[in-house]
């Protein structure tokens, strides 16, 4: 893979790729070279930037990569489809373009279907799913939005067809503050840290991939549930969960076949690769160390 110039902020550790795939252009960095294939996935309101401290405690042991979803970061915004369907085609082909095999794939918050989907509809792609801080529709992420019970007013906003790109251009710093502010400790997203995403999430059409991935969860109408059903996971899982324990056990015990592998990080917020890099590296690399093991 021919890497290009960092769009953006950038790390030493990471080379920057631009790849065509599905209809979209994929912005990932990788590091390391050597030991098995890490696919580290970001939720909302994210980037890759999200596992910029993670990803040089995992690239002595592993091959890392980390990914823009479209309509993210520096991947692809332009008209099209922005079903969950197309990010978890995104991923499939992203896999196959690595060309290191079946990657232990991290994903958290709203990525978390993604992540799933990609597991139950492709297992060759994946040696390990790695659910942090998340759910899926049909098994809890729909309550995310009911504000009677403790869910919050940003998810049905977010989902709502034509809302987010018609309301948040212009005030785009303004929603980041207020989402760091509730879902992680304060000084974790530090001023660099926040000009970085903003740059990313003033683009023109920026919201488009946060439009799309939180409108699958209205739209899912048991498709979800109905492929845990007839496909569920038989790679291993690792669920981890921080402040919001136990969601993502809880979520991940319907959906595997059997087995579970569970991890709570205690004093931990929601954005777990940012607020507590070296706790999720030390998890992360015991259960993927077990899982190689395993496969040998």
């Not at 930037?49 to 332009?78: C, E, K, Q, Y």
């Not at 785009?172 to 760091?180: G, I, K, N, P, S």
């Amino acid at each position: 893979m021919p890497p290009t110039a960092a769009p953006g902020a950038t790390i030493p550790e990471v080379t920057h790729h631009l790849t065509d795939l599905n209809g979209t252009r994929l912005h990932h960095v990788s590091a390391g070279s050597a030991g098995s294939p890490i696919l580290l996935v970001h939720g909302w309101p994210e980037t890759w930037w999200t596992f910029h401290r993670l990803i040089p405690m995992l690239a002595p042991a592993h091959r890392v990569s980390a990914v823009d979803l479209r309509g993210f970061g520096d991947s692809g915004n332009a008209e099209g489809s922005y079903e969950e369907a197309e990010f978890v085609e995104d991923l499939h082909q992203l896999v196959r373009h690595l060309g290191v095999g079946p990657v232990h794939l991290l994903v958290q918050d709203i990525s978390g279907g993604v992540g799933f989907q990609l597991a139950a509809r492709h297992p060759d792609d994946v040696a390990s799913l790695v659910a942090v801080e998340t759910t899926l529709a049909g098994f809890g992420l729909e309550s995310l939005a009911d504000v009677n019970h403790g869910g919050s007013w940003h998810a049905g906003m977010l989902g709502a067809p034509g809302i987010p790109e018609m309301l948040l251009p212009g005030h785009e710093r303004e929603v980041l503050d207020w989402a760091w502010s509730v879902m992680t400790v304060p000084g974790v997203v530090t001023e660099a840290d926040a000009a970085e995403y903003e740059r990313t999430y003033t683009r023109p059409n920026a919201w488009r991939g946060t439009a799309g991935l939180y409108r699958s969860l209205f739209a899912d109408a048991g498709r979800t549930r109905a492929l845990a059903e007839a496909a569920p996971l038989t790679v291993p899982v690792l669920a981890v969960d921080a402040v919001s324990s136990p969601f993502t056990e809880a979520t991940f015990r319907q959906v595997r076949a059997a087995g579970l592998s569970t991890a709570h990080l205690p004093g931990v917020g929601h954005l777990v690769a940012q607020e507590a890099p070296q706790a999720l590296a030390d998890t992360l690399l015991d259960f993927t160390a077990q899982v190689d093991a395993s496969r040998d």
